[in-house]
């Protein structure tokens, strides 16, 4: 009866993301990482001023387009067409990518992703290379991997520098560095940048655009200098090999026009079919995202022009457990999502709890559901239960992902792993059966909530109950339960013959 | 039309009044509401705690308990959404026909409280009086999973006497969850204490909403900090009537 929900993965079945390399998993189950943030009184005053912020504006400018939830079914349509035809949008990428200078390289996971553009950071001959923003490559550790072969990886966008400078983990897919406030932020200029380039003027306040300026001629030099530059990309255009990128800051463009030598990194479901889709999440991407109607820089390119622009490039295809995704009917469609990072910005448990609870570059609902799969959930085992499944990310979700849905699906599977790995029933396995064999028969349930009734005797001297034994403790810790009534309410319905005894026979 | 109270598990075996009141109010609007004693639980606990195999006998229970009526009506949000979302979706991943087809046309007749008095009924005085200050929590399923948009609220606006005073962020989650309240404690916690704010910096003096759970967590948290702010469910406000003369 129970056999048909969460099938334990059949031999053979595609790989997940291997353990070891990138940033996928915690090394804490959320509720315990969960804890240090909500201790933190300043974290948790930006992400709550962040967040309202960007859900105003996104609000906003959502509202003004009569015709959103048809652009946004619109987009799921295109990415569902993508995912039942990745392998002919693929190949064929591949090709048009090819004939036009590039060369293509494909990744089964992070490891092989890393080798490859360290190979060709070495093989350019640099040590040094300028990154515009890529969750791919946070996802597969690549500046650490970088780092381990000689080569130093700088972040150019302003958010990502703050977090490479400050030794950091970026905490939000959009705004890394949401958890550090700008008097925070000059400390961090002041005290790093000198050590790894141009260093800030000693006498830099914090105000906004002195920030910026100062990034702006620290990151100016570093583009100048750099052989390589590595970005990731926001969608790939199959019928003519073209790459994109979304940004805010123009560091991208620089990245992809200055330097000789440039290498893509982008997750295989990135991939639309043609320049018309691009219509579509152009104008969904930037609304979600930042609040903007337009996104004020999107870079375009297809592969190499003599005399103009990077003479070398490279596009490397992320597998990375992306394929086992794409194998669940029932989670593919995350393989939707275009990390605009709104369903972050309306979810009540990452604003409180912050990005790094998660333990991965992908935080929030969307993190919630994308680690586990990409990793498998035995190694993420506490993330689809990180929600308290209100739906707020499914209501702005762009491309229309059924988050809560998802989450509860993949609890099936954390369920099923965890019985397919012991013979010993957990005690919540013990309770939920017992539940369901009480629940099956009125009778006996009639009893049981007459039983319950015991209860009573622990509120005794007062209406409500302040404190039970665990795993109950956890609700009792911080509210008060009410005493059991006198009478169930089908026990009075029986024995008031409907009501009607009481109330005089109405 | 042959109309069944789906009770429900939590307000069966904790909060009988508001079973008790929606009885009182379906009864003064002329609706002679039946109680099939086989109904239990709609297994949503089990669903969202990942045991749908468990869920699914009680899915099967639930449908046949309410086999035969024309209409079926719950004081939870929740729970109609469990039935109208959830269970359609778990019976036809378990390849049974029969049990698909049964549970569609169920979830077609089940109708959360405010639902079934706007729509169904076409009412929105139900000739409650209630005078007090009241604010209301809309609850995220009530809201994102049936849509009941402002139908509680219109039902408020026409109680005699009442006095109805904005929530702010109401649409933001109370915490509970379900066993998230029990998994995830901090978080619950903290979704909570901002929720308590909001709720006292209206003044009310009852905080109201359409599902027993949520309000339980509201409630508790409200008690514990003696805030002297009382949690009634919608129904319960609906079912008041003013003491004859
Ligand atoms: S899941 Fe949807 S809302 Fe969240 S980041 Fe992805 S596209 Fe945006």
Redesign the pocket.
């Known amino acids: 009866m129970s056999t048909f929900l969460g099938l334990p993965a059949p031999p053979g079945a595609p790989p997940t993301a291997p353990p070891g390399v990138g940033h996928l998993r915690g090394d804490r189950p959320f509720p315990e990482a969960a804890a240090d943030a909500l201790a933190d009184p300043q974290l948790r005053h930006n992400l709550g001023r962040a967040t309202r912020t960007i859900r105003g504006k996104r609000n906003a400018v959502v509202a003004e387009l009569p015709d959103w939830a048809e652009l946004r079914a619109a987009g799921a349509a295109i990415k569902d067409d993508v995912l039942a035809h990745l392998d002919t949008y693929l190949l064929q990428l591949e090709e048009k990518v090819t004939s036009a200078g590039g060369v293509v390289h494909w990744a089964r996971d992070a490891a092989e992703a890393n080798a490859i553009v360290l190979e060709l950071v070495l093989a350019a001959g640099a040590t040094e290379v300028v990154k515009v923003k890529s969750m791919a490559t946070q996802e597969t550790g690549l500046n650490e991997a970088l780092a381990a072969g000689g080569v130093s990886a700088w972040e150019t966008d302003l958010a990502e520098l703050i977090v490479q400078l400050g030794d950091d983990a970026p905490s939000h ?1 959009l705004v890394p560095a949401i958890h550090r406030n700008r008097a925070e932020i000059r400390e961090i200029f002041l005290r790093a940048m000198g050590g790894v380039g141009r260093a800030a003027d000693p006498g830099l306040t914090d105000d906004p655009a002195a920030l910026a300026e100062a990034a702006r001629l620290h990151l100016r030099q570093k583009f100048l200098d750099a052989e390589v530059a590595i970005s990731g990309a926001n969608f790939a255009i199959a019928e003519t090999g073209t790459l994109g990128v979304v940004e805010s800051e123009g560091n991208g463009r620089m990245c992809l026009t200055l330097p000789r030598v440039l290498i893509t990194v982008m997750g295989l479901e990135k991939v639309v079919p043609t320049w018309q889709d691009l219509e579509v999440f152009l104008q969904l991407l930037p609304r ?2 930042t609040g903007e109607r337009m996104n004020p820089y999107t870079s375009t390119w297809t592969g190499v022009h003599p005399g103009d622009g990077p003479q070398e490039f490279h596009l490397v295809l992320l597998d990375n457990g992306r394929t086992a995704v794409l194998a669940d009917p029932q989670g593919r469609s ?1 393989l ?9 910005n309306v979810c009540p448990v990452y604003e409180r709890a912050g990005g790094h609870a998660y333990g991965s570059v992908y935080p ?3 993190g919630a559901v994308l680690s586990p799969q990409l990793t498998g959930v035995a190694e993420n085992p506490s993330l689809p239960f990180a929600s308290s499944l209100c739906g707020a ?1 499914y209501d ?4 229309a ?1 059924d ?1 809560p849905s998802m989450l509860v699906h993949l609890r099936e599977r954390v369920v099923e792993d965890k019985r397919a790995h012991s013979r010993i029933p957990t005690s919540e396995q013990a309770l939920m059966s017992a539940a369901k064999w009480t629940m099956l028969r009125p009778g006996r349930w009639a009893a049981a909530l007459r039983a319950g009734r015991a209860g009573r005797v622990l509120g005794r001297r007062r209406d409500r109950i302040g404190a039970l034994p665990p795993p109950l403790s956890a609700w009792t810790s911080t509210r008060d339960l009410p005493r059991p009534p006198e009478q169930t309410f089908r026990d009075w319905w029986v024995s008031s013959n409907g009501g009607h005894a009481e109330d005089g026979g109405t | 039309m042959r109309v069944a109270l789906f009770v429900t598990c939590l307000v069966d075996g904790v909060v009988p009044d508001v079973a008790k009141a929606t009885v009182r109010l379906l009864r003064r609007l002329g609706v002679d509401v039946e109680v099939p004693l086989a109904q239990t639980c709609c297994g949503q606990m089990h669903i969202n705690t990942g045991y749908a195999g468990q869920a699914l006998p009680l899915v099967q229970q639930h449908a046949d308990a309410f086999r035969g009526f024309d209409a079926v009506v719950t004081p939870s949000g929740s729970c109609a959404g469990s039935v109208r979302h959830q269970h359609p979706a778990l019976a036809a991943r378990s390849g049974q026909a029969g049990l698909q087809r049964q549970v569609e046309d169920l979830a077609s007749r089940t109708y959360e409280l405010s639902e079934f008095l706007v729509d169904v009924l076409g009412v929105t005085d139900v000739g409650a009086y209630y005078p007090h200050k009241v604010t209301f929590h809309p609850t995220c399923h009530s809201l994102r999973v049936l849509r009941v948009g402002d139908r509680p609220l219109r039902l408020l606006r026409a109680v005699q006497g009442l006095e109805l005073v904005e929530l702010p962020d109401a649409e933001v989650c109370c915490g509970f969850g379900g066993t998230f309240a029990v998994k995830n404690p901090d978080v619950s916690a903290a979704m909570l204490s901002d929720k308590l704010r909001h709720v006292l910096s209206t003044d009310a003096e009852i905080c109201s909403a359409g599902d027993s759970s949520c309000l339980l967590h509201i409630g508790g948290g409200l008690s514990r900090t003696r805030a002297g702010v009382r949690t009634v469910h919608l129904a319960e406000i609906l079912a008041s009537e003013p003491v004859p003369a």
């Open positions: 897919i979600s995202s995350a939707r999502c275009i990390r605009c990072s709104a369903c972050l929030g609902p969307i990310c702005v979700c762009p491309v992902i988050i």
